[in-house]
């Protein structure tokens, strides 16, 4: 019975491994299916891939024209291969894609007046909260605890002291 | 101050009043470097007869529309009557670039629904619409008498986009100068 049952999970094991196998094997080998451009230069190509992670693909806008496979996403990084290719610089290819698309290409945005706020805004902000955690802590600080006449403070150590409290107390 | 317990409601009234505005933009529509810059040369063979070469110069002088569109482009069909309505007025003149399209289904698509283009050219590569900063067909571009890109509007025109926002501008172009 028992070697029967071991056979048989050995077997599902194996099947699994093999399942496993060929997951791992078929995207590859569909991937080789697809058409791969023919990388003649691979530091050529490295380039165009460097610049193309830094790039946003504007119809898919959260996917960088490396990653996408919208059309426009082939077509721009064909463009920035041919650039490159020319000899261009990579600040040649960026203004040449700025021009044309604006600054909403570029994942890093430049720093000019209109994204002044975009880039010291939330330092802006981290300095806003500190300062004002510093003022309410300042405060506090000088704030002394409530003010109590000797009364009261002897009521409150008879207090804490466990003694039963006086007849002042109905006030409250 | 005794309206202290009111700080929150305000931060959070204005917070929802920028997020409700956010919501009213359209994340699609990214404005365009070019507007009031002149137009990106180009020089294309014409899409009927590809013998034939058509270049920004050629409309030198008129205030045009250059709209940008492809057979396989499902909301140009959408646009599509309303350019139609627009050339049958004689208001302005549009010219096509049919953008990385076949020219066989270029010239089926016009034959069916109509041809409201004074001239097309043929982009089959979208090398021009690179030029001019193409990422969505349709796309309309209003161009002055001195070829300068005055207004661009990406996504299909409506019947409201010709009434409020070409024909004023077009209006004035055609008085300026």
């Known amino acids: 019975m028992q070697a029967e049952l071991l056979l048989r999970l050995s077997r599902a094991t194996l099947l699994a491994l093999a399942l496993v196998g060929v997951a791992l094997v078929v995207p590859a080998v569909q991937a080789a299916g697809e058409a791969t451009p023919v990388v003649d230069d691979p530091v050529l190509e490295a380039r165009v891939m460097d610049l193309s992670y830094k790039l946003r693909c504007l119809v898919c806008q959260n996917e960088s024209i490396a990653e996408s496979r919208a059309p426009l996403a082939l077509d721009l990084r064909n463009q920035v291969r041919e650039q490159f290719a020319a000899g261009k610089s990579e600040k040649e290819v960026i203004d040449f894609l700025v021009a044309r698309y604006g600054d909403f290409v570029l994942y890093t945005p430049p720093f000019k007046a209109t994204t002044v706020l975009l880039w010291i805004g939330p330092g802006l902000l981290l300095i806003a909260g500190a300062g004002w955690l510093l003022l309410r802590l300042r405060i506090r600080a000088r704030e002394q605890g409530p003010h109590l006449t000797d009364a009261e403070r002897a009521r409150a150590r008879a207090l804490l002291e466990g003694a039963p409290a006086d007849s002042e107390e109905q006030h409250s | ?177």
């Not at chain 2, 507007?35 to 030198?60: S, W």
């Not at chain 2, 161009?143 to 926002?165: A, C, F, L, Q, S």
Request: glycine share 10%; with cysteine; hydrophobic share 40%.
């Open chain 2, 1 to 177: 101050m005794k309206a202290k317990f009111l700080v929150p409601l305000v931060l959070f009234l204005a917070l929802a009043g920028f997020l409700g505005y956010g919501l009213t933009l359209n994340p699609s529509v990214v404005p365009s470097p070019l507007v009031d810059k002149p137009a990106p040369d180009f020089r294309l063979a014409k899409l009927e007869t590809p013998e034939e070469q058509f270049g920004i110069a050629d409309m030198r002088g008129q205030v045009w529309l250059l709209n940008v569109w492809a057979s396989w482009c499902v909301s140009c069909r959408q646009e599509h009557p309303i350019l139609v309505e627009l050339n049958r007025g004689g208001v302005i003149p549009v010219i096509g670039l049919n953008y990385k399209d076949e020219r066989k289904d270029a010239l089926g698509y016009l034959r069916d629904h109509g041809n409201p283009y004074v001239v097309t050219v043929a982009d089959p590569d979208g090398r021009v619409g690179i030029d001019y900063g193409v990422y969505g067909t349709p796309e309309t571009f209003l161009i002055d008498r001195e070829g300068v890109i005055r207004y661009k509007h990406i996504g299909p025109i409506t019947r409201d986009t010709v009434k409020n926002v070409l024909l004023p501008r077009i209006a004035e172009l055609s008085r300026a100068g």
